[in-house]
């Protein structure tokens, strides 16, 4: 009766406490509802982020740079995705709901992010989904870059003329 979304949350935590479990080799603060394997290794989240991270600065001026460890509990990477808007015209919260609304719909966090720069955290990412994440970004940039060429390359109408003869009082 929960749910899917709530199913959906419960099976993350519950991989995250037992990747907690296994790494700090203690319980989690809050107790799991069902049970779980953890992710292998901090390894696997890098190689998630190095996956996205290929995939999103095949564009001028993004680049992506890892995030340390905010306490000494936190073992997630995290990986900033930041570009020139000048050369990238698009929006972090665009790209965020073009991903949330999209298919597969893709959740990226909003806490770490600014303007233009996406804070990317793959602790939900399920085996394979790194390249389906790193291409659902890739897509929506590329579409902002054909946007502002289509835009730049679009007849710009004459100026308007004014009249000013004639007799004045």
Same mark, same amino acid.
């Not at 049970?35 to 696997?44: F, S």
């Not at 990317?120 to 389906?132: D, H, K, T, V, W």
């Given at each position: !009766? ?5 199913? #959906?949350? %419960? ?13 700090? =080799?203690?319980? @989690? $603060? ?7 394997? @953890?992710?292998?290794?901090?390894? #696997? ?5 190095? %996956?996205?991270? !290929? ?9 992506? +740079?890892?995030? $340390?460890?905010?306490? *000494? ?6 990986? =900033? ?5 000048? +050369?990238? $015209?698009? +929006? ?5 709901? +073009?991903?949330?609304?999209?298919? @597969? ?18 602790? !939900? ?13 890739? !897509? ?5 870059? *054909? ?10 109408? #004459? $100026? ?10």
């Amino acid at each position: !009766s929960d749910e899917p979304y709530r199913r #959906a949350l %419960t099976g993350i935590y519950a991989r995250l406490a037992a990747t907690y479990r296994s790494i700090l =080799e203690r319980e @989690p $603060p809050r107790g799991t509802a069902i049970g779980a394997n @953890p992710y292998p290794d901090g390894a #696997a989240f890098r190689a998630d982020l190095e %996956t996205i991270a !290929s995939r999103v600065t095949t564009f001028p001026s993004v680049t992506t +740079r890892r995030l $340390p460890a905010a306490n *000494s509990t936190d073992f997630i990477p995290k990986m =900033e995705v930041s570009w020139d808007y000048a +050369r990238l $015209p698009i +929006r972090a919260l665009e790209i965020r709901s +073009r991903l949330l609304n999209g298919t @597969p719909r893709i959740m990226l966090d909003d806490r770490g992010s600014s303007e233009t720069a996406l804070l990317i955290l793959p602790f !939900s990412i399920q085996p394979g989904e790194a390249a389906i994440v790193g291409e659902a970004i890739h !897509s929506v940039m590329a579409e902002a870059v *054909s946007r502002a060429r289509q835009a730049a390359e679009a007849p710009k109408p #004459a $100026p308007a003329t004014l009249r000013l003869d004639g007799s004045w009082e």
